[in-house]
């Protein structure tokens, strides 16, 4: 077909455009941003809930930009009209925010790029169709899907790659008269890429993550406007991608496939290609093997089970970012007075294989953060947390906020903080013992073990040498000198090397008293929750264990 021939076509097949390429072009200009700053962009579809893979990736994008100085945008990508979900666009806006994760543009904050969901944007990605027409690169097709699938039956039988390429194209060089024809008919047409590939020619790309790859160049003609005039996401992004002077693009590698699609595309336009970074997918073990995190299967893919279990969001970004970078939980672990601002990330250490999405690492991390917080955060973080899943125990933390306050920041300023909360829920879990009503609900229940204490014993020794006005190590003094003169070894030490001398060693005697007092064996420093509490409360507490031996 000529050239003039090709012009007429295009006005035929697009009338009512009214600009041509270079009025988007002159619309979208350059951004005047520093050299190195990146461009990012997280491009969603709206047909559900944000999964764990999802916010990995707009954890990623948002990253980059930010450290880079550059600009993080989230686009919409919804030209799948069937996919898409009610309130589906609402729910990403929503999950996003939920992590504090907030594009610098969006269809809601604005920006000078939009707009910023793709179904908005039809008539631009119709102008760049209707130039490929000019040119030669793309074409009308009126194929049926009956045809399609007998064609797509017989490769599969033939074992031959599947796709309308070479003579499978029947309406690839169809002439300007046969188009009117089928148009006049109303025929329903699609509009294919005229592919200038030969899969014999190779083509070469250095991903950021992956390093270099080669592939067989494109030479299938793909549909790049379907029947409805929308376009289909190779063309969608390109486009997009180009106008919004995207530097980076960071996704699954589920897309490596399409990537010499999406070369030729780029070359045709004559647009600059950005830089592809391809995300190795998150993982997890299941029944002895490794598998895809599943947002069908995996009740940790959907990013509202955090809020729910109670784990903070901050946790779970500096988990994703241990996720992100391989030296990134060191460095971490190392600089407890850094945030992850502080650290520099890069695609060197990302991850080329699949990443294994580790539940007890993510609790591990978020109790090293838990740990560096103030006993004064974690209550009000924790309340709020109670005021949405747990309104009765929050009521208990308002009633005992100060002396709640008092236990969280037990060990706070030691070299090696204890971790024990791991999630805002483990705080009436770990701490119950501070609140008087769910110590006395609980009666010894946390308390697994089968020794019997003897009460006479610590009464005696509250009674008789307890002093909370002096130091912890005064204290500890204090309670071996009586459990010497009680017939007790001073260490346990001494009690292993004579055992038959001794009833026992001053660990049995601390740790009576920590039972009677917080219904465990195990608590944070012991001295602290007594001072806390008071002598006439752990006389309480005493008493209350001598009637649970009654039982």
Known sequence: MELNERKELAELLFPNI??????????????????GAMITRFGPSPTGFVHMGSLFGAFCDSVFAKQSGGVFYLRIEDTDQKRSVENGVEGIFNDLEAFNIRPDESSVVGGNYGPY???????????????????????PCFMTEEEINEIRQEQELSKIKIGIYGSYAVDRDLSLEEIKEKLNKKEEYVIRLKSPGNS??????????????????????????????????????????HLMHTTHVIRGDE????????????????????????????TKKDEGGIRKLS????????????????????????????????NFEEWYLNNSDKSIDDFTFTFDKMAIGGTLFDLDKLNNISKTYFSRKSGEDVFEETLEYAKKFDVEYSKLLVENKEKMIKFLNIEKDSTRPR?????????????????????????????????????????????????????????FNDIKEFAVKNGYAATPKE????????KGHVGDICEALRVMITGRDKS?????????LGKEAILLRINRYEKFLEK
Request: glycine share 2%; charged share 30%; hydrophobic share 35%.
């Open 295 to 326: 947002k069908r299967k995996d009740a940790e893919a959907k990013v509202s089970y955090y809020e729910e279990v109670g784990i903070p969001i901050d946790a779970v970004k500096l988990y994703l970012a241990t996720i992100l970078n391989s």
């Open 18 to 35: 009214k600009h041509d390429r270079d009025y988007y072009e002159k619309m979208y200009p350059d951004r005047n941003l520093k050299e």
């Open 117 to 139: 969901i793709q179904s908005e944007r039809t008539e631009i990605y119709q102008t760049y169709v209707k130039d490929l027409i000019v040119n030669g690169y793309a074409y």
């Open 419 to 475: 971790k024990d909360i791991s999630k805002y829920s483990d705080v009436k879990e770990e701490f119950s013992y501070a609140i008087d009503e769910l110590f006395n609900k609980e009666n010894y229940s946390k308390y697994e073990g089968s020794k019997k204490y003897s009460v006479s014993l610590i009464k005696n020794y509250v009674n008789d040498v307890l002093d909370l006005d002096v130091t912890n190590e005064e204290w």
């Open 495 to 502: 009690y292993k090397q004579n055992p038959d001398n001794y």
């Open 255 to 282: 897309w490596v496939a399409s990537l010499p699609l999406h070369i030729q595309l780029f070359q045709i336009l004559g647009f600059k290609m950005p830089n592809y970074a391809h995300t190795a997918p998150i």
């Open 524 to 532: 944070p420093d012991l001295f602290s929750i007594m001072k806390i």
């Open 200 to 241: 014999k020619n190779e083509v070469e790309i250095i991903d950021c993550i992956k390093g270099k790859m080669k592939f067989p160049e494109h030479d299938v003609d793909t549909v790049l406007l379907k029947k409805d005039g929308t376009p289909t996401y190779h063309l969608a992004h390109v486009v997009d991608d």
